[in-house]
């Protein structure tokens, strides 16, 4: 069960709640149990199929916000599907897997903030609400999205093992439409971690305006902070990234002029919430 959140005595003499329904998001209860969101830290691991591959400098360099200027390799950008399980400090959510799992999609763009290397997500897809929400939360631009993504296999034929040889595919399907296939075939292990999956990313904290405001939206630029970073043997070959088109010219001013590399590995870490780099 969800702890309720708080920071002082909320009820009563009379046992009753004396603010009224509280939780760490909405939906608010008397308890706070029915927040969707439970309060950080979150503990994800997951499997990830990654493509990293080059896009146009200066499409790339359209979506990076004030305080954020293209990195070293200014056309670096990477493909990444992942496979994820998580839970909140307590571990509740593991024993429902309905919950605990979900599946990812996102861009990476190569970036620096005041020298610093960074990247910069500026599309992202997941299957279910909660990582949905949560990466609002965080700024990170979640939409929702049908994600595949092949698993290793231990025993059998029906499906590839973690060697050489092993093929692993994902697929990006937006509003009953594919936009994106991605495919790796291993070569090999290697002792670097994908560079734009090793960095720390930059987000755009922003809400939209509901109550009439003279200022209107103040975006923020932002970092999550991590620990417990942790890779497992990362595989590395060859990798294939097809755009189909379909979510518009913005989109697929991304889309790969040539791949790089493929990169197929377990990883893990903490999210503890955020760090304010600028605002705009």
């Known amino acids: 069960m969800t702890t309720s959140i708080g920071t002082q005595d909320r009820t009563s003499a009379a046992g009753q709640d004396s603010t009224g329904p509280v939780g760490y998001s ?26 990293d591959y080059r896009v146009d400098p200066d499409a790339a360099r359209r979506f990076l916000p004030p305080g954020l200027e293209p990195g070293a390799d200014p056309g670096a950008a990477a493909a990444v599907f992942a496979t994820w399980q998580w839970c909140s400090q307590d571990g509740a959510e593991l024993t429902d897997p309905g919950r605990c799992q979900f599946g990812e999609f996102l861009i990476l763009l190569s970036c620096e903030f005041e020298g610093r290397p960074m990247a910069r997500c500026p599309y992202a897809w997941v299957d279910q609400a909660v990582p949905m929400m949560r990466g609002w939360v965080q700024g990170m631009p ?8 092949s698993r290793p296999v231990m025993a059998g034929k029906a499906g590839s093992r973690l060697a050489p040889g092993g093929r692993f595919d994902g697929t990006l399907t937006v ?6 296939e991605a495919s790796v075939t291993v ?6 971690p994908p560079v734009l999956h090793d960095v720390p990313l930059a987000h755009t904290l922003i809400f939209p305006e509901w109550i009439s405001s003279d200022e209107g939206p103040q975006p923020k630029l932002v970092a999550s902070e991590v620990s417990d970073v942790e890779f497992s043997t990362i595989l590395a070959g060859s990798g294939e990234l097809t755009f189909f ?4 010219e913005d989109f697929q001013a991304l889309a790969p002029l040539e791949t790089v590399a493929g990169h197929v590995f377990s990883y893990g870490e903490t999210l503890h919430g955020g760090w304010l780099l600028s605002d705009y």
């Open 26 to 51: 909405l939906p608010l209860s008397p308890s706070g149990e029915s927040a969707m969101l439970t309060p950080p830290p979150w503990h994800f691991s997951g499997e990830v199929v990654m493509v």
């Open 142 to 149: 979640k939409q929702f999205a049908v994600i595949h993504q």
């Open 175 to 180: 509003h009953g439409r594919r936009v994106v």
């Open 187 to 192: 070569e090999g292990a290697t002792d670097q």
């Open 245 to 248: 088109g379909g979510l518009g």
